[in-house]
């Protein structure tokens, strides 16, 4: 069983930074995809970012070049630094763990952190 707890969600005014985190329980997370989504209030829920175990990442085109995501296996959590944040960035934020192996398809999901930027 897999637990992921994100922190750091809060108000900012626009232009500002936040960093969020995750940490996730189980012996799992170094070879697994760890994603952060984020679902604004009647909108769909969406990937902001990825990191796959080897490295790879993947931004959406609406934060590229403003957000980082990162990882640190040793303390088996998954990092979002958020710059130059904006009003379309309000939404809650989830993290979500992906594995799949020859028995089965971990698919992990966080209880969500609010992030609002306003002035």
């Known amino acids: 069983q897999v637990q992921l707890v994100e922190s750091g969600g809060g108000l900012v005014q626009p232009g500002g930074s936040l960093r969020l985190s995750c940490a996730a329980s189980?012996?799992?997370?170094?070879?697994?995809?760890m994603g952060w989504y984020r679902q604004a209030p009647g909108k769909e829920r969406e990937l902001v970012a990825n990191?796959?175990?080897?490295?790879?990442?993947n931004y959406a085109d609406s934060v590229k070049g403003r957000f980082t995501i990162s990882r640190d296996n040793a303390k088996n959590t998954v990092y979002l630094q958020m710059n130059s944040l904006k009003p379309e960035d309000t939404a809650v934020y989830y993290c979500?763990?992906?594995?799949?192996?020859?028995?089965?398809?971990?698919?992990?999901w966080g209880q969500g952190t609010q992030v609002t930027v306003s002035s």
């Open positions: 979500n763990l992906f594995h799949v192996d020859w028995s089965r398809q971990y698919d992990y």
């Open positions: 990191i796959a175990s080897g490295g790879r990442i």
């Open positions: 189980g012996n799992i997370f170094s070879i697994s995809v």
